[in-house]
């Protein structure tokens, strides 16, 4: 493995890996269903500056993810996304802030679902359009509240 700082090579970045899943995230105690696009192979470090993970195509177009986080130990960059985001470009790129450090081409979604039979009549399901009622609030009000309607 390798740190993240040393500004990853194009040699480097072969050695990464995705995997791209379903997944419930405990959001305002309530679970919250997201699509996960995981990124392995490097040790990625706690920055100040807020991680991403974003599929873009060969003009620079995609969605980036709507909360990403660096695993305790920095051996995964997890992306998490609205389950209706557009995830056709092929192109995987990780970062902080507004700079990317690494790129996975040829990336492919498709990955692991979870059985909706058997999730909580709780389950919130993220969608845009649920991210863009949350980002509609005021800044006294509580994004979580959203969430749990």
Known sequence: MFSISQMLSVREQTKLSTRTFETLLDLN???????????????????????????????????????????????????????????????VEFGYGSSAFGRIANYRASGEKLDRDRLSARTVVVTIELIRKISKLKSDEDPLAVLTE
């Open 29 to 91: 105690d309530r679970p919250h269903l997201l699509l996960a696009i995981e990124i392995r192979g490097a040790i990625f470090p706690h920055m100040n500056a807020e991680p991403f993970v974003q599929i873009v195509d060969e003009r620079r177009r995609g969605a980036r993810s709507w909360i990403a986080d660096v695993a305790d130990d920095g051996s995964a960059i997890t992306g998490y996304f609205p389950l209706d985001a557009d995830l056709s470009g092929s192109i």
